[in-house]
C-alpha cells in the first residue's frame, strides 16, 4: 500500500524553526522525485521545494528561498522540510508529493499544519 505520511507540524513563534518530515512506503522511493507544497486557508497550493530522483537537484519558491531547506534520505525513504526563520504567511498545511515521469506515478500526502504566531 503506498503511503505518504507528513509529520513535524505545530504551533511557533515568528523567527522559529520547524523540521518537517515525510515517510514512503509501498514504493520505490529513489526512483521518484519530491516536493514540499503548502496551502493556506483560502489560497492556492503553491510548491515550496523539490528535490530531484538523480543528483538530488533541489529548488525553491523565492518566499522561502535562505530560510527553508529540503533533504532525502533514500535508505529511510524520508524526505525532510527544515524551515528556519518563520513568519506568519508561511502558515498552511504542508503536503508531500512524489512523482515518477514512467511509468507515471504521482502520490499524495494528507499534510500536517504550521502555524506560525505570536
Known amino acids: 500500500q503506498v503511503q505518504l505520511v507528513e509529520s513535524g507540524g505545530g504551533l511557533v513563534q515568528p523567527g522559529g524553526s520547524l523540521r518537517l518530515s515525510c515517510a514512503a512506503s509501498?514504493?520505490?522511493?529513489?526512483?521518484?522525485?519530491v516536493k514540499w507544497y503548502r496551502q493556506a486557508l483560502g489560497k492556492e497550493r503553491e510548491l515550496v521545494a523539490g528535490?530531484?530522483?538523480?543528483?538530488?537537484?533541489?529548488n525553491y519558491a523565492d518566499s522561502v528561498k535562505d530560510r527553508f531547506a529540503i533533504s532525502r534520505d533514500n535508505f529511510k525513504n524520508t524526505v525532510y522540510l527544515q524551515m528556519d526563520s518563520l513568519k506568519p504567511e508561511d502558515t498552511a498545511v504542508y503536503l508531500c508529493?512524489?512523482?515518477?515521469?514512467?511509468?507515471?506515478?504521482?502520490?499524495w500526502g494528507k499534510g500536517t499544519l504550521v502555524t506560525v504566531s505570536s
Open positions: 508529493n512524489a512523482k515518477q515521469e514512467w511509468p507515471p506515478r504521482d502520490y
Open positions: 509501498g514504493f520505490t522511493f529513489r526512483n521518484y522525485d
Open positions: 528535490s530531484t530522483s538523480i543528483g538530488g537537484r533541489t
